[in-house]
């Protein structure tokens, strides 16, 4: 079992669309939680970060996280054009760093 | 906050030439330092960390090698290519002392080897 799973997607929305992203991991001693967003061609970029249960919340981007279930999201509202990108989760143990593979989101105008 | 430098930005080599990657990060002191391969749809592949000047542990035998000859720059290397050495190489550093448990990320290297 890998340690981050998360769906590839690809996803497509409308524009002014509520994205819900989704990733689940396998160990509850996981303690830190990110999201990185990646445009075509660039590296990827820190978005969210948050180390407990519960929403975390920056403009228009939600992070929850779910440690019961071993599940984290992220949620995108009014989803805009420019959030076209792939969005990675990632989880730090204490002492390694571990990433989902990425979904793929477009949003269309 | 961190900025992290990666040149060049693009490469094509030819199989069999050597490589030579590098990184350098500003605004932190003491950053584990990482290197990272992404395929498409295939995620991130951790290939090198480092913990300080010197020392590098290596995730996965390959063809490639790192080194680390400054507190905060870190080289990749390759005596001689290979096909499959393609991909888009990252380097991540993570923030010296309590910011250890966040990675920020480079522009990235895209390498085509033909």
């Known amino acids: 079992q890998k340690e981050v799973e998360q769906d590839p997607g690809p996803l497509s929305v409308p524009e002014g669309a509520i994205v819900s992203l989704n990733c689940t991991y396998s160990?509850?001693?996981?303690?830190?939680f990110m999201w990185y967003r990646q445009y075509s061609r660039k590296g990827p970029e820190l978005l969210m970060y948050?180390?407990?249960?519960g929403n975390k919340e920056d403009g228009r981007f939600t992070a929850q996280v779910d440690k019961s279930s071993k599940y984290i999201s992220l949620f995108i509202r009014d989803s805009q054009p420019s959030d076209s990108a792939t969005y990675l989760c990632?989880?730090?143990?204490?002492?390694?760093?571990?990433f989902g593979t990425g979904t793929s989101l477009t949003v269309i105008p | 906050s961190q900025t992290i430098h990666q040149w060049p930005a693009t490469l094509v080599q030819p199989v069999g030439s050597p490589l030579s990657l590098e990184c350098t990060v500003e605004?932190?002191?003491?950053?584990?330092l990482y290197w990272y391969r992404q395929a498409a749809g295939r995620g991130l592949q951790l290939l090198f960390y480092?913990?300080?000047?010197?020392?590098i542990s290596s995730e996965v035998p390959q063809n490639l090698s790192a080194s680390r000859p400054q507190d905060r720059q870190f080289i990749l290397s390759s005596k001689k290519l290979l096909l499959s050495d393609s991909g888009f190489y990252l380097c991540?550093?993570?923030?010296?002392?309590?910011?250890?448990?966040?990675?920020?990320f480079g522009p990235g290297t895209r390498l085509t080897v033909l």
């Open positions: 480092s913990v300080g000047i010197g020392q």
């Open positions: 990632a989880v730090f143990t204490g002492n390694q760093f571990y």
């Open positions: 948050t180390y407990s249960s």
């Open positions: 160990n509850s001693a996981f303690q830190y």
């Open positions: 605004g932190t002191s003491n950053p584990n």
């Open positions: 991540a550093s993570a923030p010296g002392l309590a910011g250890r448990d966040t990675q920020y």
